[in-house]
């Protein structure tokens, strides 16, 4: 029941955290996720639970604030880093870059079948913004998401919020 709630949330927040590879610095940022539209299969029994435990699937135009912490070596590496978020098995790789702009590919193959692409523009080190469209299908569901995020960065001290670590399979 929580597979779709996981797929909603591993598309808002995985190709933010992508995008600082490449820029950035390391510490403490804020993402704010807003979903634009999404098309996928809920059934009513996902739809009940998640009605009785109070987590309410973000609807268009809702922002979902979160937090990430980036390493050093995250913010040092070329390439973004590898999300595995449960089961949803996404590889990412950055197509171009050109001075703030930043064109991002997350080919994901398991229960998320499909490609996402998103374009990240940098304000200075501390800041960016864009876009995120995944197409593809989802526990054998079509599935398609539009997003836009934006992200801040706040402090060095990551206040007990940890790095992302990727799962081994």
Avoid at 48 to 63: D, E, I, K, R, V
Avoid at 117 to 139: A, C, L, M, N, V
Wanted: glycine share 8%; charged share 15%; with cysteine.
């Amino acid at each position: 029941m929580n597979r779709i709630f996981a797929f909603v949330a591993a598309t808002l927040i995985a190709i933010p955290g992508a995008a600082l590879a490449a820029q950035g610095k390391a510490g403490l940022w804020t993402v704010t996720t807003t979903l634009q539209s999404a098309s996928f299969q809920v059934s009513p029994a996902f739809s009940a639970t998640m009605l009785h435990t109070g987590l309410n699937l973000p609807t268009n135009g809702q922002p979902l604030v979160t937090q990430m912490c980036m390493t050093d070596e995250e913010v040092d590496n070329a390439m973004p880093p590898h999300m595995n978020i449960r089961d949803l098995d996404c590889t990412s790789r950055v197509v171009s870059q050109r001075g703030a702009v930043m064109r991002i590919e997350a080919t994901c193959h398991g229960r998320r079948e499909g490609v996402g692409r998103s374009q990240i523009t940098w304000r200075g080190s501390d800041h960016f913004e864009g876009t995120y469209i995944f197409k593809g299908r989802f526990s054998g569901h079509a599935a398609q998401v539009s997003t836009a995020f934006r992200a801040d960065w706040v402090q060095a001290d990551c206040h007990g919020i940890r790095a992302f670590v990727p799962q081994n399979n």
